[in-house]
């Protein structure tokens, strides 16, 4: 059973950073493009950030860019989110997830797999 686990979220401050890990599990990444979503409460489910097989970033929503960065590591089969200058508005539950990248900017509906999220909190 393929999984995806992510780690590395908790409560940060306005300003701060936070690096977060996506673990799969029964799948080989370097087959997959891999990125994040997240969903706050009351809000739909949006596209944060997504990195194809070859490495590249091919999808960035805007409010994020400049501020998080996406990498990956195929021998560990673990990709990473990077997120500095955190705000309040990025409070949010963040998903891994593991697909193509042209589906970020449409919800992910029909992405392969997805963990079960980790909740980042910015809070002052």
């Known amino acids: 059973q393929v999984k995806l686990v992510e780690s590395g979220g908790g409560l940060v401050q306005p300003g701060g950073s936070v690096r977060l890990s996506c673990a799969a599990s029964?799948?080989?990444?370097?087959?997959?493009?891999m990125g994040w979503f997240r969903q706050a409460p009351g809000r739909e489910r949006e596209g944060v950030v997504c990195i194809d097989t070859r490495g590249r970033t091919t999808y960035y929503v805007d409010s994020v860019k400049g501020r998080f960065t996406i990498s990956r590591d195929s021998a560990k089969d673990t990709v990473y989110l990077q997120m500095n200058s955190l705000q309040p508005d990025d409070t949010a539950v963040y998903y891994c997830?593991?697909?193509?990248?042209?589906?970020?900017?449409?919800?992910?509906?029909?992405?392969?797999?997805w963990g079960q999220g980790t909740q980042v909190t910015v809070f002052s």
């Open positions: 997830a593991a697909g193509p990248c042209r589906l970020y900017s449409s919800g992910g509906h029909n992405l392969d797999y």
């Open positions: 029964r799948l080989d990444i370097e087959y997959y493009s």
